[in-house]
Structures are given as C-alpha cells and as structure tokens.
C-alpha cells in the first residue's frame, strides 16, 4: 500500500517538474472585452475586406488581432490603408 503511494506520489512530482520546465503555464488572464473590441478594431482598420462577401477574418486580420490581444492592446493606433486608384481606366 506504502509503494503505491509513493509510486503515484512519484509520478504527480514528476508531471509537476515537466510543466515547470517546459514552461507551460497552467492559468492565463484573458484579455478584457475592451481590449478585444480594440484590436478587433484595429484589425479591420489595417486589412479591411477586399471584396464584398469576402472571407470575415482573413488570415493577416487574425494574426494582427492575436498579435494585439497578445500585447493587452498596447498597440499604435493603427492608419487606415490606402486604396490604389485606378487613374488610367477612367474615360472622358
């Protein structure tokens, strides 16, 4: 009875020792809804869609808005993109 608890006594130390060396970290705070809707903001601030009906987070969206949420929101406010004009196709 002894050897099996300090078998499983054993292999609770061990498992705790492999999550403190691989830095998994048990528990993380989530970011707060302000700073989600600030960088959901900000995301489609900086890629806006292309096209109607395009894809809603396009992969540069995301991981500007993962990126955000990574750093808490502490971002620079982000300057809109700029569209290319087509100067050459209009007709007079």
Do not use: W
């Not at 608890?5 to 998994?24: D, E, K, M, P, Q």
């Not at 396009?58 to 100067?87: H, I, M, W």
């Amino acid at each position: 009875m002894d050897s099996l608890i300090y078998a499983r006594l054993s292999a609770l130390i061990l498992a705790f020792g492999a999550v403190t060396v691989t830095g998994i970290t048990i528990a993380s705070a989530a970011p707060t809804a302000e700073v989600a809707k600030r960088c959901l903001h900000y995301a489609y601030i900086v890629h806006p869609f292309k096209r109607p009906g395009a894809v809603p987070m396009s992969p540069d969206r995301q991981s500007y808005f993962k990126d955000c949420l990574s750093k808490n929101g502490e971002v620079p406010d982000p300057s809109p993109a700029t569209k290319k004009s087509d100067s050459g196709s209009q007709k007079s």
